[in-house]
T-cell receptor, first 115, second 112 residues
Framework: DVKVTQSSRYLVKRTGEKVFLECVQD?????MFWYRQDPGLGLRLIYF???????EKGDIPEGYSVSREKKERFSLILESASTNQTSMYLC??????????????FGPGTRLTVL | GQQLNQSPQSMFIQEGEDVSMNCTSS?????WLWYKQDPGEGPVLLIA?????ELTSNGRLTAQFGITRKDSFLNISASIPSDVGIYFC????????????FGTGTRLQVTL
């Protein structure tokens, strides 16, 4: 019954490493999002995509890039990880109109630690 | 970037009490959503609101889309221990069909 999956629940990387976070959804949704969550700051939008190969910057895109080669997959890339990118990363996918509150739209999250 | 102002930031209540939280924005929103996040999990959608003035319930939860379209409220009646978690409001600002914006969250803790 899982709808949105993320490649890892926990990840530890070193400063300067290239990091890939993968997100896959099986609901044929057009829109996919990457957020980071930090205490007291809520969810902040990094990038989103409204179609294959389309991407838009969110509120905090610096230090990140994304890739959407297939509709079901949206990848977040940290080109050179830094300690201030230690955070919980959440992927979400939504249809054009959110109607069904029974549908899980968020993945379980990836807690990334950069040493 | 825009964020929604959510209050209170945290609350401690006793089991059985009613809870109210709200979310405000400086700009008009087309859609308001309320989410709950349990520790270590992604947020789960509780209620979706689409029209100004709309009042929608989901069990013990009731949410309203403010008349001005710049705010929304969530009420939880007769709280129980499993209500513990972080509640987020979210919405689509007018003119941004895809950019879902989140509030800063309300952490709810319930004491027996």
């Amino acid at each position: 019954d899982v709808k949105v999956t993320q490649s890892s629940r926990y990840l530890v990387k070193r400063t300067g490493e290239k990091v890939f976070l993968e997100c896959v959804q099986d609901m044929d949704h057009e829109n996919m999002f990457w957020y980071r969550q930090d205490p007291g700051l809520g969810l902040r939008l990094i990038y989103f995509s409204y179609d294959v190969k389309m991407k838009e910057k969110g509120d905090i895109p610096e230090g990140y890039s994304v890739s959407r080669e297939k509709k079901e997959r949206f990848s977040l890339i940290l080109e050179s990880a830094s300690t201030n990118q230690t955070s919980m990363y959440l992927c979400a996918s939504f249809p054009l109109a959110i109607q069904n509150t029974d549908t899980q739209y968020f993945g379980p999250g990836t807690r990334l630690t950069v040493l | 970037g825009q964020q929604l102002n959510q209050s209170p930031q945290s609350m401690f209540i006793q089991e059985g009490e009613d809870v109210s939280m709200n979310c405000t924005s400086s700009s008009i929103f087309n859609t308001w959503l309320w989410y709950k996040q349990d520790p270590g999990e992604g947020p789960v959608l509780l209620i979706a609101l689409y029209k100004a003035g709309e009042l929608t319930s989901n069990g013990r939860l009731t949410a309203q889309f403010g008349i001005t379209r710049k705010d929304s409220f969530l009420n939880i009646s007769a709280s129980i221990p499993s209500d513990v978690g972080i509640y987020f409001c979210a919405g689509y600002p007018t003119g941004t069909a895809s950019k879902l914006t989140f509030g800063t969250g309300t952490r709810l803790q319930v004491t027996l």
